[in-house]
């Protein structure tokens, strides 16, 4: 089976998108299918195509970046020359676009002109985007109406695809996570000479968070809850796995000013390429945090999980359907992300064995729910 697979973003590019698209390609390879990738780059002139170097791709894969133009109308119309000169090379079976616009959309579009068959996938807040103005409500009823086939990544994200499109044929395929890289792999020696790297004494209470940093993710109310539970505790440091949005940095720059003295005590990783890195930073924290505003099904809160940590997050999309509150990790409702405080300040106070619980029954649940082979065997029923 041949397969052209459309992404904004792929590896090496930051955030869940990228990570899941990464990861489903792998998925169909491992599945004897040929994949084309089409993504678009923000690092290239607008409008150049760059095929991947064969040893960057691989075997049955091939990967093409495009740069974007200033406006959508170019991009899209430079993209489908490339995919028909594509087409003209090969006999694709199906077209996968990832995420809802762009991907979904040129997808289903090129799709129907060339009477492929087609399947979308709703990851995250894709669908309240294009509801919500300057979303194009119009354009997203339309692809999920005509697309072929529709996957989700959680149940209340299927919800609402109902909803627009009154279609009931959406497949939930949710998340799943390599757990032979995030797993509790670190010995106290080897955990104490990281803290060491990073300058974290080692009896400190480290606080967690994984990805870009930015206000979907709940960056203000991380912030402030940081600095009144410093308030209690002095030494106790918030360890952001990953970067902060460059659009976003200003907020923190505004933190650095008002809480000096708390933003000495925040430590920012960078973008972290090798996800073995990211396992060993998680394996760190006492505690992770997530008190997103918006969610699909996030790759970084399974990721934790997975390393047994304790996570603490909103009740954001399909969170409460891998968190149940109390056994395996804990939710705070959106409504109430600025009580966090409180709640992390009420996780630190909690007996030792009641953390180690939680921590082992979040793992079970991703081995059980979310792992690798979990999502390979429900790719293969739909593709195959």
Not at 356 to 384: C, G, N
């Amino acid at each position: 089976m041949k397969l052209l697979f459309l992404a904004e973003r792929f590896f090496p590019d930051l955030g869940g998108v990228s990570h899941s698209a990464t990861r489903l390609v792998h998925s169909f390879l491992k599945l004897n299918m040929e994949v084309d990738v089409v993504v678009w780059s923000r690092f290239l002139p607008p409008g150049e195509i760059v095929k991947d170097l064969p040893e960057i791709s691989q075997k049955n894969l091939n990967i093409y970046r495009v740069g974007l133009y200033k406006n959508w109308d170019l991009t899209m119309i430079n993209t489908l020359n490339l995919l028909e000169s594509l087409k003209q090379e090969s006999d694709y079976n199906l077209i996968w676009g990832h995420y809802l616009f762009p991907a979904g959309f040129l997808a289903v579009w090129f799709g129907k002109l060339n009477k492929i068959k087609t399947v979308i996938s709703a990851r995250g807040n894709d669908v309240d985007r294009g509801i919500f103005p300057p979303g194009d409500f119009a354009r997203l009823q339309w692809t999920l109406q005509q697309a072929d086939l529709i996957t989700s990544v959680s149940e209340d994200l299927a919800k609402k695809i109902n909803l627009v499109s009154l279609r009931n044929d959406i497949l939930v395929i949710k998340n799943a996570v390599n757990t032979e890289i995030f797993k509790p792999s670190l010995s106290e020696v080897e955990k104490l000479s990281l803290k060491q790297k990073l300058g974290i004494e080692n009896d400190a209470i480290i606080l967690g968070f994984s990805g870009e940093l930015r206000e979907k993710k709940g960056q203000t109310f991380l912030l402030q809850m940081f600095s009144k539970v410093r308030e209690k505790y002095q030494n106790i440091c918030l360890l952001i796995i990953g970067e902060v949005r460059n659009t976003q940095e200003a907020i923190l720059q505004n933190y650095e000013v008002q809480f000096p003295e708390d933003y000495q005590h925040i430590i920012i990783t960078g973008n972290l390429e090798e996800s073995q890195k990211v396992a060993h930073y998680l394996q760190l924290c006492d505690l992770f945090l997530l008190p997103s505003i918006w969610e699909g099904l996030p790759n970084s809160l399974l990721e934790a999980m997975a390393c047994e940590c304790c996570c603490l997050a909103s009740d954001a999309g399909g969170i409460p359907e891998v968190i149940n509150h109390g056994l395996n990790g804990f939710i705070i409702p959106r409504q109430q992300l600025n009580f966090l405080a409180d709640a992390v300040l009420e996780f630190i106070d909690l007996e030792q064995e009641i953390k180690y619980q939680i921590s082992q029954e979040a793992r079970k649940t991703i081995l059980k729910d979310f792992s690798l082979e979990t999502e390979l065997l429900r790719l293969e029923k739909i593709l195959f």
